[in-house]
């Protein structure tokens, strides 16, 4: 297949050998946080390990740590919150660690990675129509990252589905998709009101829970955004034209 879709970083560390870019979805929060960033002129750094490593890495690379929602202060307000993101002064480099959409970002090996989210979902799709990706030479993986159980294991999300199918909608005739990425393609095509269904998912609801609709609602601006990060020697960076 020349379109595949899977879930979470074995998904994807099996997939992405055979792709030629692979696309990661973690619409709550991590690539909306990353577009919001990028779209304000920061460079984005991934990564996967949310403990005192991460603050050694963003030391090597110059750049800012993003925190806990909760551990933000006036004087340090960047974390995974796109509402935060927003809100803050744009460093210039940002590491922003994240079990989920980072570790995705990692296991791609040597292909293309760009991050999507219902944002930036027709901009990405176009962008990779324009470079060929989704075609028998250009081989495409669209990987939905889901949330955590307390065990570890991977709690499939319907905003990542979502996300993942809004991109694989647009690609549907460029090439064979796998049934699992038509079926996503035909899940966003059959949804009513994505908007709604953002804020009443479990994930969505969880933030509401936390204290952060207001990172739901930034989400939840479908197709605002042209924006199109793409990973670049270790950081997500505006797609050159």
């Known amino acids: 297949m020349t379109v595949s879709f899977g879930w979470g970083p074995v998904e994807a560390r099996a997939l992405a050998p055979a792709a030629a870019c692979v ?5 709550l929060s991590f690539t909306t946080a990353v577009g ?41 307000p960047w974390t995974l919150s796109p509402a935060a993101l927003r809100a803050a002064p744009a460093p210039a480099r940002l590491v922003l ?3 989920n959409g980072s570790t995705i970002a990692a296991e791609a090996g040597a292909a293309t990675v760009v991050a999507a989210s219902l944002r930036n979902h027709t901009a990405v799709a176009r962008w990779l129509t324009d470079r060929g990706y989704g075609t028998a030479d250009r081989p495409l993986a669209v990987i939905a990252s889901g949330e ?11 905003e990542d589905l979502l996300g993942a199918g809004a991109v694989l909608s647009s690609l549907v005739g460029r090439g064979p998709l796998s049934p699992e990425a038509a079926a996503a393609a035909t899940l966003w095509s059959a949804t009513e009101d994505p908007v709604a269904a953002l804020h009443g998912c479990d994930s969505g609801r969880e ?9 739901v609602a930034v989400a939840a601006e479908t197709d605002s955004s042209t924006t199109v990060p793409v990973l670049v020697d270790g950081a997500f960076q505006e797609a050159a034209a």
């Open 23 to 27: 696309v990661v979805v973690d619409v």
């Open 148 to 158: 955590r159980w307390p065990d570890g294991s991977l709690r499939p999300a319907l």
């Open 207 to 215: 933030l509401y829970e936390y204290g952060y609709p207001q990172d």
């Open 36 to 76: 919001v960033a990028v779209e304000a002129g920061t460079a984005v750094h991934p990564y996967r390990w949310r403990d005192a490593t991460a603050a050694a890495y963003a030391s090597r690379v110059g750049a800012t740590l993003a925190v806990g929602r909760r551990e933000a202060t006036p004087g340090h």
């Open 97 to 99: 660690p994240s079990p």
